[in-house]
Nanobody, 126 residues
Framework: QVQLVESGGRLVQAGDSLRLSCAAS????????MGWFRQAPGKEREFVAT????????DHQDSVKGRFTISRDNAKSTMYLQMNSLKPEDTGVYYC???????????????????WGQGTQVTVSS
């Protein structure tokens, strides 16, 4: 049974930093592309960042480039999202997701993902 468990979300002030973690189990972590998505109240779930199986290819949404960094540790079956210079518009529930891929690629489309975590709340106050 595949499980993805997010952690690290909390209430912070604008300008602060947070690091989210996503611990995976029940799958061969090095065989999946991983992604972070977020959903703000009243809005659709949106892509934040994605990382390839080996961790040597990444892609970030334009609004977070230069502030957020996705990474992974395949030995620990864990993915991370380092978030710096947080803004109130970064508020939302952050989800990690995994998709089995045959190649070392990044995947931006939520519908492509096979597995999802339950989410962790990030709230940025102004």
């Amino acid at each position: 049974q595949v499980q993805l468990v997010e952690s690290g979300g909390r209430l912070v002030q604008a300008g602060d930093s947070l690091r989210l973690s996503c611990a995976a189990s029940g799958l061969i972590f090095s065989s999946v592309t991983m992604g972070w998505f977020r959903q703000a109240p009243g809005k659709e779930r949106e892509f934040v960042a994605t990382i390839s199986r080996r961790g040597d290819a990444t892609d970030h949404q334009d609004s977070v480039k230069g502030r957020f960094t996705i990474s992974r540790d395949n030995a620990k079956s864990t993915m991370y999202l380092q978030m710096n210079s947080l803004k109130p518009e970064d508020t939302g529930v952050y989800y990690c997701a995994a998709v089995r891929t045959s190649y070392n690629i990044v995947v931006r489309t939520p519908a492509s993902y096979d597995y999802w975590g339950q989410g962790t709340q990030v709230t940025v106050s102004s």
